[in-house]
């Protein structure tokens, strides 16, 4: 079993920067990767960014370039630097784990991959 815990969120004003933390624990190790999705109100969650075991990551185009997603090196804590925040980047963010053992790069993850999901924060931009 994988504990997600998620930190990190607030109000930004559009322009700003803020950073999310997803702490995990439990069998972390046994996973392949993990990654940040969001939802906003009223449409269907999205992947935002993903770190497979091997050390490659994976960015939605319209956070690509603004945000950067790491792993410290237990791989226990996951992290989400958002940068030049905009009003649509308005969202719950949930930190996910994979299910697998093994995955693949992480442009080859998908939804179906991650088993283990956290609480959620929620991150608003105003303009």
């Known amino acids: 079993q994988v504990r997600l815990a998620e930190s990190g969120g607030g109000s930004v004003q559009a322009g700003g920067s803020a950073k999310l933390v997803c702490d995990a624990s439990?069998?972390?190790?046994?996973?392949?990767?993990m990654g940040w999705y969001r939802q906003a109100p009223g449409k269907k969650r999205e992947m935002v960014s993903i770190?497979?075991?091997?050390?490659?990551?994976d960015y939605a185009d319209s956070v690509k370039g603004r945000f950067i997603v790491s792993r410290d090196s237990a791989k226990k804590t996951l992290y989400l630097q958002m940068n030049s925040l905009k009003p649509e980047d308005t969202a719950v963010y949930y930190c996910?784990?994979?299910?697998?053992?093994?995955?693949?790069?992480?442009?080859?993850?998908?939804?179906?991959?991650?088993?283990?999901w956290g609480q959620g924060t929620q991150v608003t931009v105003s303009s």
């Open positions: 770190i497979s075991n091997d050390g490659t990551t």
């Open positions: 439990g069998a972390i190790d046994g996973t392949c990767g």
């Open positions: 996910a784990a994979g299910r697998y053992a093994e995955c693949g790069h992480a442009d080859e993850m998908e939804e179906s991959d991650f088993g283990y």
